[in-house]
């Protein structure tokens, strides 16, 4: 539907202009007579990964809801302790005694028993699992993001380092193509193409805009006009990252290479990771409010990763560092990682939604393929979610299952207790056949 009418408004409203297409958040005209709670709106998920580990002497939590204690690296969360659940102790058995980095990450998120060589072999990521279920009602399925670009041929273990790229698994063969270039994943969520790019999208629908504001209460209209407000921000933004682009695009075509294969920042990536990171989690944030998509994924650093951190007074590149991973450089490179997390978890929670909010709704899971960078440990794995899922997940919670037994602390037993949330039931996933106890 291209705009509300007095006969009949839609839940969600869909402004199209001239090459684009601008979904809009929930709002109460919307809504009508509908029942506004928990149960009435969507429930989304989204990951964000780190690779390499994490400061395992700055990693820890306990206690529960206000009162909880968080350490140095989990400090930017402290204002989503009530809605956050640190969990310690799970472990994907299928990835340890394989040998180091590809195997320990190509089925973080599918518990699959990896193949060595050329041939692929995962296994359907959690994240798809959802999104094949959640996909036919939305625009977009997934959005399958990252701010490194992957890295090709194979690991000294014989594993192909498309292990190392990628999280996201469409099928056992297939892993999803990760999108980089903020402009691109830009592009896509508001469906934005055609010889009009440099023109904003703002003013494309201003018309239909107008219509609707006519049309809707005096909070919606302030609703929509904050709103209106931020997807400008973030266009302008990203008109700058296009033009970095495609300046690097000409350059590649001087060279007789994709663009992708240069380094960063003649690739058209932004330098700066901050600001990277920062608008791949505004993109997010748009396209679950809007609800273009319910699933999403972020890897701000892959593994093996080769980002800097000068802004963090680091010099070492991010895989260097991680070996070196119980300092105070790669603490601070784990708590900025952590601190996307929590700008992500914040920016959702910040959006009204019915009684709560679109953070209220959703789950977003914080991890690492890695417990101890410089040993390459990964017999428990850090791990942070976010969010109620529609009040269907408790939270404001710290649980330990690194005592419970092997059988009884498995992340695929995880992924179980969440699908179920989403009225997936499966009777196994990866390694797991039970559901994780107190989820």
């Not at 990171?277 to 809007?290: G, H, S, V, W």
Request: overall charge neutral.
């Amino acid at each position: 539907m291209s705009e509300a009418t007095p006969q009949r408004i839609a839940r969600r409203a869909i402004l199209r202009g001239a090459g684009v297409t601008m979904a809009l958040p929930w709002l109460e005209s919307f809504a009508a007579k509908a029942d506004t709670g928990a149960a009435a709106f969507p429930k989304r998920f989204g990951v964000v990964f780190l690779g390499c580990g994490v400061n395992e002497d700055h990693w820890s939590a306990e206690g529960s809801g206000a009162a909880m204690k968080l350490s140095k690296s989990l400090s930017p969360l402290e204002p989503l302790k009530t809605k956050i659940n640190v969990i310690d102790g799970l472990f994907n058995k299928g990835a340890m005694g394989l040998g180091i980095h590809p195997p320990q990450t190509g089925s973080l998120l599918t518990g699959a028993t990896l193949l060595k060589g050329a041939n692929l072999h995962s296994g359907v990521s959690v994240d798809q699992m959802i999104a094949n279920k959640l996909g036919q009602d939305t625009l977009q399925s997934s959005m399958v993001l990252s701010c490194e670009q992957p890295i090709t041929g194979f690991h000294e273990s014989n594993f192909s380092l498309a292990y190392s790229s990628h999280i996201s698994w469409q099928s056992a063969e297939s892993p999803v193509p990760n999108e980089c270039y903020p402009a691109l994943a830009f592009d896509m969520l508001f469906e934005n193409r055609g010889s009009l790019l440099n023109i904003s999208i703002l003013d494309r629908v201003k018309e239909r805009a107008d219509r609707l504001s006519r049309r809707i209460s005096a909070t919606d209209n302030s609703k929509l006009d904050e709103y209106m407000t931020s997807v400008r921000e973030v266009e302008k933004r990203v008109e700058g990252m296009r033009k970095a682009q495609d300046k690097a695009d000409d350059q590649a075509k001087l060279k007789s290479r994709p663009a992708w294969t240069m380094d960063r920042p003649a690739n058209g990536l932004p330098e700066d990771l901050r600001e990277h990171a920062r608008l791949m989690c505004d993109l997010i944030a748009i396209a679950f409010q809007t609800d273009k998509t319910r699933v999403a994924s972020l890897m701000i650093s892959r593994d093996l990763s080769a980002m800097y951190y000068p802004f963090l007074e680091v010099k070492d590149g991010h895989h260097g560092a991680s070996h070196n991973n119980n300092s105070n450089d790669y603490e601070r490179i784990t708590r900025f990682h952590v601190s996307q997390f929590a700008y992500l978890a914040s920016k959702l929670d910040s959006m009204p939604e019915g009684d709560g909010t679109v953070l209220d709704n959703s789950c977003l899971m914080f991890l690492s393929n890695l417990w101890i960078g410089r040993t390459h440990n990964n017999s428990r794995l850090p791990l942070v979610l976010a969010g109620g899922l529609g009040g269907t997940l408790e939270t404001g919670r710290t649980l330990n299952y690194l005592k419970a037994g092997d059988d009884n602390r498995k992340i695929c037993s995880l992924y179980l207790s969440l699908m179920d949330r989403f009225d997936i039931k499966l009777n196994a996933f990866g390694d797991a056949e039970t559901r994780l106890a107190n989820i």
